[in-house]
């Protein structure tokens, strides 16, 4: 990003469903984390206060179910709307403050990084990124995960956060389930027969 970063948050662990957000001091400023009962799995957000900012209902078919503060529940593509059309902006995501000011995640998509736009330049510079955790085994070091914003991005944090947080965590099912799809395919037609073992890989919302 051309624009100073203001901030760095780090997502410890690289997981948009249950981890801590932490400020550059290590102080834990949200923390997301998920519920599983036998009629839902909801993920919620709360702040340092331990309000609860943000809850996502998942669900198999349709679009997961979000509620925002004291909002009521809707479905989380009338928040975050996809582009649909035409084909080549699908991978936007856009949605409004509570001020009625207009952005963009962009990068919604398997091995893209998620970036946030505002309409003040019109959507030309990044306010925010997201920098997925890394590991270089051979020199036996690892990157924790890291939101940065700039001074715009700071402006709504929360909104910030939470918008990244369900994104990500639709991102990575939708990824999880692409290479699930793609292992079945891959399983010799015979190995059933001849016993081989198969196990299905990243079967769950992580890093």
């Given at each position: 990003?051309?624009?100073p970063v203001a901030v760095t948050l780090t997502l410890t662990p690289d997981n948009p469903s249950n981890a801590a957000v932490l400020d550059p001091d290590g102080k834990e400023l949200y923390?997301?984390?998920t519920e599983h009962s036998?009629?839902?799995t909801t993920t919620h957000v709360k702040n340092a206060d331990e309000q609860i900012l943000a809850s996502l209902e998942w669900r198999d078919v349709l679009p997961d179910k979000v509620t925002l503060g004291t909002k009521g529940?809707?479905?989380l593509r009338d928040w975050l709307h996809t582009s649909l059309i035409p084909f080549y902006v699908k991978d936007d995501v856009s949605f409004q403050d509570d001020a009625g000011r207009k952005y963009k995640w962009r990068g919604n998509a398997p091995g893209r990084?998620?970036?946030l736009f505002s309409e003040d330049d019109g959507?030309?510079?990044p306010i925010a990124r997201f920098l997925r955790s890394r590991s270089d085994r051979a020199a036996g070091t690892s990157t924790p995960a890291t939101l940065v914003l700039t001074a715009r991005a700071a402006?709504?944090?929360d909104t910030v956060v939470i918008s990244f947080l369900f994104l990500e965590k639709?991102?990575?099912?939708?990824?999880t389930a692409s290479q699930s799809r793609a292992d079945v395919l891959a399983v010799p037609p015979l190995s059933g027969v001849v016993g081989s073992d198969y196990n299905v890989r990243d079967g769950g919302v992580r890093g």
């Open positions: 990003m051309s624009t923390v997301v984390y036998k009629s839902a529940p809707m479905s990084p998620l970036e959507f030309k510079e402006e709504i944090r639709t991102r990575r099912t939708n990824e």
